[in-house]
């Protein structure tokens, strides 16, 4: 995760990969929960820079943790226990 840092990786392996008029789509199974629990981490972190970016703060400090926050509270629930369980039960695509 580059954007992160250059030095973060996460213990895994592909677990499937489908081809894509733009690329592929990929499926990464991880070693353990804990693997699991930081690159998801690591995703949000992600996600909450890109979101910061597409809105233009300018590194101003009060924008961008508003709108960490306001990520947060929007997309936090897809990152829950729960959404990692029901992630588990989904079968792999074939």
Sequence with gaps: MPTVSPDVRYLGYVA?????KRGYLVGIAFVD?????????????????????????????????ALALEWVQEHADEFSHDSVQKAFAEPVPD
């Design 16 to 20: 499937w990969c489908l081809r894509r």
């Design 33 to 65: 929960e804990q693997m699991l629990f930081s690159a998801r981490m690591g995703e949000q972190v992600c996600q909450i820079e890109r979101y910061c970016r597409l809105h233009d703060t300018h590194d101003d400090l009060q924008d961008i943790q």
